[in-house]
């Protein structure tokens, strides 16, 4: 699955770019943080690309549905992921596959080959030193007790390439990566299904790369969020 990323330089090299490009885009913050390393179970807002704005968002998708608070955080370390072959069938994720798909641009992710009783670490990036567009859905949710509203949002997976049937071999799953060319079309809420479902297939594994990295990436108690992290060894 994909349950961590990093998040920094190239990333707002990205967004500055969008912006310019795009014009009308709408993003009301400033976005500062660098995390090298970051997991979704700590429910970092991050930035997502929608049609029309950019906002910082929760990782972990919280639906309508979730009654209270302590629903809703049960219910978001439960979808930081959402499959594609099932996201159309989920009550958790099929209204927003239809009109509530943004966004995540990273500078790349983390993923965990198991041999025998060794978890090794991999960071995996783009080829060409840009950044990954990562496929996500996403929904606000309303306590209706204290009138906060919490935007959340979820990385879509899908089935792996020979890379990620490699490194992730435990689950054979990638997170779905969209081309700079689909961006429009994916944040699009009025694209048909048929055209949606098109486009959630595995990133070629011929603009990706991948290195190993230290054995303590996994280690909670160390500090992960520094640029060695990302070191090749």
Not at 49 to 65: H, M, R, T, Y
Not at 130 to 145: D, E, Q, R
């Amino acid at each position: 699955m994909c349950f961590t990323v990093s998040v920094e330089k190239k990333v707002k090299e990205a967004i500055k770019e969008y912006l310019k490009s795009n014009e009308g885009v709408q993003m009301k913050f400033n976005f500062d943080e660098d995390y090298f390393l970051v997991s979704g179970f700590s429910h970092p807002k991050l930035p997502i690309i929608k049609q029309g704005v950019i906002e910082l968002s929760e990782w972990g998708l919280i639906p309508s549905f979730a009654v209270n608070e302590e629903k809703a955080n049960e219910l978001a370390n439960m979808t930081l992921n959402a499959r594609s072959d099932t996201i159309r069938e989920k009550p958790s994720y099929k209204k927003s596959i239809v009109s509530q798909r943004c966004l995540l641009v990273v500078d790349g992710f983390f993923e965990w080959r198991h041999e025998n009783n060794r978890k090794i670490p991999f960071y995996i990036y783009p080829k060409d030193e840009t950044v990954f567009y990562m496929g996500c859905i996403y929904n606000s949710w309303v306590n209706k007790l204290t009138g906060e509203v919490r935007d959340t949002f979820s990385i879509i997976t899908t089935a792996a390439n020979p890379l990620m049937e490699y490194i992730h071999n435990s689950k054979k799953r990638m997170p779905l990566i969209l081309s700079k060319d689909d961006i429009a079309t994916w944040i699009d809420p009025s694209t048909p299904q048929h055209i949606v479902d098109s486009l959630m297939k595995p990133f070629p594994e011929s603009t990706m790369r991948a290195h190993q990295i230290p054995s303590d990436a996994g280690n909670q108690r160390k500090n992960r969020n520094v640029p060695e992290i990302k070191k090749e060894v």
